[in-house]
């Protein structure tokens, strides 16, 4: 029969750099505290106590503890990981629904003279695609006027086409919606369930954050700029299962209106914004943990009751 182990705690001066050295009896070991660790009077004064009683607790509360570490830094990863896909997918949400992404299109690569419609017809069909995709309509039934009369805008490959792209954009949207309600929890979470030491490391997540932004899109300019009728390629061949995507641009109107050139400038465009906003968000993180490290002044003692306070 195994003696029970002492749980009384045995305290003795800690190494150079740290607070103080601790031995459990339960666990046979001794525990440093480093005072680097533990930046915050209020935060250090309770960090051994709390460690002390985590040493104490039960078995199941211990596996408890142990997990909790690693919940929090997959949260942390995804936070990190769901900030640039916000900040990108917020961008394509913009060019997909703003009608005057299209119509800087039409004036750039000439679409009246490609097309034989006029100016003004090719914007509200610009206006229409918008609300197409975000409408509950299978088609899009945009009708023109070209010499005197009435035809559809698109033909019927192209319909199919753009009815695979409205599928697509609204998976898309999903997925910027679900991106912003995790990031708006994470944080609210930081704000409401912790203190100050969860906002330091949320703001370095932060400055994390806009290194990965700007990562990544430095990689997506690097490949766009070395074969960009490549990478337009294998996208549409990833991202669709047919093939009325491959258009002639020569009868057709929706490659007439919105050309492979078109698509490099505009995802150049979607990149150099999401990197912007990643920078901002990275310089808000930087100037938090900036205030952080501010100096501050020293405290004045408290006076005791009864005793007057000293005056200039």
């Given at each position: 029969m195994?003696?029970?182990?002492d749980?009384?705690i045995?305290r003795?001066?800690a190494?150079r750099?740290?607070?103080e050295?601790?031995?459990?009896?339960?666990?046979r070991r001794?525990?440093?505290?480093?005072?680097?660790a533990w930046?915050?009077?209020?935060?250090?004064?309770?960090?051994?106590?709390?460690?002390?009683r985590?040493?104490r607790?039960?078995?199941w509360?211990r596996?408890?503890h142990r997990r909790?570490p690693?919940?929090?830094r997959?949260?942390?990863?995804?936070?990190?990981v769901a900030?640039p896909?916000?900040l990108?997918?917020s961008n394509v949400?913009?060019?997909?629904?703003?009608?005057?992404?299209?119509?800087?299109s039409?004036?750039?690569?000439?679409?009246p003279?490609?097309?034989?419609?006029?100016?003004a017809?090719?914007?509200?069909?610009?206006?229409?695609i918008a609300?197409?995709?975000?409408?509950?309509?299978p088609?899009l039934?945009?009708?023109?006027t070209?010499?005197g009369r009435e035809e559809p805008?698109?033909?019927?490959?192209e319909?199919?086409?753009m009815?695979?792209?409205?599928?697509?954009?609204q998976?898309?949207?999903?997925?910027h919606?679900?991106?912003?309600v995790?990031?708006?929890?994470?944080?609210a979470?930081?704000?409401?369930?912790?203190?100050e030491?969860?906002l330091r490391?949320?703001?370095?997540?932060?400055?994390?954050?806009?290194?990965?932004?700007a990562?990544?899109?430095?990689?997506?300019?690097a490949?766009?700029l070395?074969?960009?009728?490549?990478?337009f390629?294998?996208?549409?061949?990833?991202s669709?299962?047919?093939?009325?995507?491959?258009?002639?641009p020569?009868?057709?109107h929706?490659?007439q209106?919105?050309?492979q050139?078109?698509?490099?400038?505009?995802?150049l465009?979607?990149g150099a914004?999401?990197v912007l906003?990643?920078g901002?968000?990275?310089?808000?993180g930087w100037?938090?943990l900036?205030?952080?490290?501010r100096?501050?002044?020293?405290?004045?003692?408290?006076?005791?009751a009864g005793?007057p306070?000293?005056?200039?």
């Open positions: 195994t003696a029970p182990c749980p009384a045995r003795e001066p190494p750099g740290f607070r050295r601790v031995y459990h009896g339960c666990r001794w525990i440093s505290y480093c005072t680097a930046r915050h009077s209020a935060t250090a004064r309770g960090a051994p106590e709390r460690a002390t985590r040493l607790a039960p078995r509360r596996r408890y909790v690693f919940a929090r997959a949260a942390a990863a995804l936070f990190v900030v896909l916000f990108l997918l949400r913009v060019a997909a629904l703003e009608p005057r992404v299209s119509e800087y039409f004036a750039r690569f000439d679409a003279a490609r097309t034989g419609i006029d100016r017809q090719l914007d509200r069909a610009a206006r229409e609300r197409y995709f975000t409408d509950e309509e088609l039934a945009t009708q023109v070209v010499a805008l698109f033909n019927a490959r319909l199919l086409h009815s695979d792209v409205k599928d697509l954009f998976l898309t949207f999903r997925l919606e679900i991106a912003f995790y990031i708006a929890g994470y944080v979470a930081v704000f409401l369930w912790s203190r030491r969860s490391q949320l703001a370095r997540q932060c400055v994390i954050t806009g290194a990965v932004t990562g990544v899109m430095a990689a997506a300019a490949a766009m070395a074969g960009f009728d490549e990478l390629t294998r996208f549409h061949t990833l669709f299962a047919n093939d009325f995507w491959q258009l002639d020569n009868t057709d929706l490659v209106m919105f050309p050139s078109f698509w490099f400038e505009v995802s465009a979607i914004l999401t906003e990643g901002l968000v990275a310089l808000a100037n938090y900036r205030w952080l490290r100096p501050r002044p020293p405290r004045r003692p408290a006076v005791a005793q306070a000293e005056t200039a």
